[in-house]
């Protein structure tokens, strides 16, 4: 047994040694230990039967859902009731579908139907699973084998929804630590964007957790600027900077703008600056290019100069899903570490198939994609006329914006202008939409637009009768 007298030599030899600080930190945390314990057994106020079925009778919870403006516009709904194609049926009136990205008009491709219906038949609809369990089929690999073979890289994967794709695979590669480009707090990873994305890309670089620069839309002059701060910050922190990885993000073409990227002048930075380039392709895969291979087709760009590209399925493919092709190391890592692949149930089969079809129709006839571009520009031209709007977008986009001519001070009422120009577009037959943005979240203000999209079936009669209506509406509700 230890003698008493040795023990408090013990104690008085810890005080002794130990800081003043120190121990008045401890003593500070032991009284507070203390009172929390006597408040919470004597702090209480108790109530009586009575005072508690008061506070009972009275209590008034707050609403689970704050109050919503019943004219909010994310609240007017437009029901479509045909199947859509070149034209459609919106609240009940036969219009010409102007809003749809159905660019090459493969929705209604009955070969396409058909193959869809015999994949159908045979897998049944879904496939009630993710592809890591039980959710790959045979038709999932042939499209993924069918996709690489067609971009010319070495594998594809796929993935079953189009927004989670991107959003998936800028993830699955930036973490904290490197760097993308936005006028944010510093972070560790390092991205540089458009400030123009769409909001697929802006979700993927929030969950990256990186460090993200702005740089204006399609401005190569803003862009060098901040690489040469960047390269200037890295000199003064070598070892930091030889950690981190820098990433580069554009679109081929700009859901926001419909403006092409200046690819060639990205892919020389990228090399300047040892930066790795992610490209989305969603709506200039099928549509530019002589093969609609994409916007590196049509600029003469070799793959190998962009690190990875995905894509949607949803526009000129005309199905559902995404997919990124690259290199084995790139494609294969996403397979263990792309959200939306791992844990989504996989594409359904029929789908799938149609994406096949789709190919087969980009292979057998390629002159599908001449006839796109030669539409678009036609659309183009016709369209800058308007007297009350103004077209933004490139004339080979399919996409296109028609801005008021005016700027109006609100961004609500003018957002609630160009509803009220839609509808009646539609009543009068031609289908036009504004297009809709998250103002509240999007990381870039993006001014109100009418969004417009060329088929490759509309003949010149539908586009010049398209212009008349529009032209017609716009003078009766801004003048």
Partial sequence: MVAIPYLFNEIERIFRNTPLYAITLEAFLLLSVIWLLLYKRNGRKHFTKEEEEELIANYEPEPLVPHTDPNHPLLHVRLVQ????????VNGYDCLNLASHNYLGLLEDEEILEDACKSLRKYGVGSCGPRGFYGTMDVHLDL?????????????????????????????????GDIIFRNIKHKPVFFLRDAAVNFAIQKGLDASRSTIYFYKHNDMADLERLLMQQEQKDRKNPNKAAKTRRFLVAEGIYMNTGQLCPLRELVQLRAKYKLRLFLDESISFGVLGKTGRGIAEHFNVDLVEVDLISAGMEWAMGSIGGFCVGSHFIVEHQRLSGVGYCFSAS?????????????????????????LQETSRLLH???????????????????????????????NEEHKKLMEISD????????????????????????????????????????????????????????
């Avoid at 080979?396 to 028609?402: E, F, R």
């Avoid at 490759?456 to 003078?475: G, H, Q, Y």
């Fill in 82 to 89: 045909s199947k859509v194609g070149k034209r459609v049926v």
């Fill in 144 to 176: 993924e084998d069918r996709l690489a073979k067609f971009m010319r890289m070495e594998e594809a994967v796929v993935y079953s929804y189009g927004f989670s794709t991107v959003a998936s695979a800028i993830p699955a590669y930036s973490k904290r």
């Fill in 347 to 371: 594409l359904p089969p029929m789908l799938a198939q149609a994406a096949i079809s789709a190919l087969n129709r980009f292979e057998k006839d390629p002159q599908i994609f001449a006839e």
């Fill in 381 to 411: 031209q016709i369209f800058s006329n308007f007297s009350k709007l103004t077209i933004g977008g490139h004339p080979l986009s399919p996409v296109k914006h028609l801005y008021l001519n005016v700027t109006w001070e609100q961004v």
């Fill in 424 to 479: 009646k577009c539609i009543a009068r037959g031609i289908a036009v939409i504004e297009a809709c943005y998250l103002y509240n979240i999007e990381k870039q203000p993006v001014r109100p637009s009418l969004r417009v999209t060329a088929n490759r079936l509309l003949t010149l009669a539908d586009i010049n009768d398209a212009f008349e209506i529009i032209e017609d509406v716009t003078k009766e509700l801004l003048n």
